[in-house]
């Protein structure tokens, strides 16, 4: 499926410290005046500045994710139901290989894997989910302080290491965005839970979120579905590769577009119906629908749906 492109989602959010956030550099520079513990820089808009790196948002996303479907289902593979999450530390994927070690056809590989490795890729297929370094939005300054802290001994209550200090950023935005390519609606619907869960506080980003950090606020700027298969005929979504045609309010799934949704495991009927309609993307080839800031909880409730049926299925 990686050879083709169905849909696309693009999700444009920020985010906003609601306390104090640290995304620790690894390694500690040799000027004396700056504090032990720093925060990661890079070079963006003609100057340093600090940023959350993209794979530091994309761990935590994908570890409360695999939290959540944890939580209604099995890490063990079973011919009955869905394989859920599996443990990437003690996982061999043996059950992705033939018995002589080779590997099997990407379908079956992708069918095998489970519901999480679907989205975040693993050792045999690619991610499907990309999310761009995030940068500080230059229209809101950043507030950054130093902390001074100490690591206590956990037997004789004394000072085990420190005195240390670390930075941390106490306000401003910091805009990126999510990709998401050849998806379900039900793997979208998990995304939305995540990054809900995450506006609400339930997981933080960083250092020191057990004390207190790494909290944050998100807040939707723009979401974007594409078809870029397909084009708008008299009123309705046609697909260029087949007879298929829906109404120009739908949401569609990976299902929808490709005829060997039983070889990938994909849902055959993978829709949701929507308020927005939609339009042509750019150049006037391809199809796309537009949430714009204020109604982009509409598309995650939507696709939730999806993942609440994908949920009710497995569980009889």
């Known amino acids: 499926m990686h050879k ?3 849909n696309h989602c693009t ?4 985010l906003i410290p609601d306390g104090p956030i640290l995304i620790k550099s690894d390694k500690q520079g040799a000027d004396p005046t700056k504090p032990d513990m720093e925060f990661v820089e890079t070079y963006h808009a003609g100057g340093r500045s600090i940023y959350l790196p993209g794979s530091s948002l994309k761990g935590a996303i994908r570890a409360h994710a695999e939290r ?22 003690s996982d061999k994927y043996d059950y992705l290989k033939t018995r002589d070690g080779k590997d099997l056809p990407a379908p079956d590989i992708y069918k095998l894997s489970s519901f999480t ?6 050792t045999s297929i690619a991610s499907r989910l990309r999310i761009e370094d995030a940068y500080p939005d230059k229209s809101q300054p950043l507030k950054i302080e130093e902390r001074n802290g100490v690591a ?25 965005k999510i990709h998401l390519k050849n998806f379900t609606l039900s793997q979208l619907g998990l995304i939305g839970l995540v990054l809900r869960d995450l506006n609400d506080g339930w997981f933080g980003l960083g250092f020191a979120k057990s004390r207190g950090l790494g909290t944050v606020k998100v807040e939707y700027k723009k979401a974007v579905v594409q078809y870029p298969g397909c084009i708008l005929r008299n009123g309705r979504i ?6 298929q045609d829906w109404s120009n309010t739908m949401l569609l799934g990976a299902g929808e ?40 909880t509409d598309l995650f409730e939507r696709a939730v ?12």
């Open 4 to 6: 083709r492109f169905v």
């Open 11 to 14: 999700i444009n959010l920020t």
């Open 68 to 89: 959540i479907v944890r939580t209604v289902g099995d890490e063990k593979p079973n011919s009955k139901k869905l394989l859920w999450a599996n443990d990437p530390l």
């Open 117 to 122: 490795d679907q989205i975040f890729g693993n």
């Open 152 to 176: 206590i001994d956990r037997v004789f209550g004394s000072v085990a290491v420190g005195p240390f200090n670390y930075q941390v950023c106490t306000a401003g935005e910091f805009k990126t």
């Open 238 to 243: 046609h697909s260029l590769k087949g007879n």
């Open 257 to 296: 577009f490709v005829d060997d949704a039983d070889v990938y495991g994909f849902p055959k009927l993978d829709f949701q119906d929507t308020p927005v309609a939609a339009g042509e993307m750019d150049f006037g080839f391809g199809v796309q629908l537009i949430w714009h800031e204020g109604k982009i």
């Open 305 to 316: 749906r999806s993942w609440k049926d994908l949920l009710l299925s497995t569980a009889r």
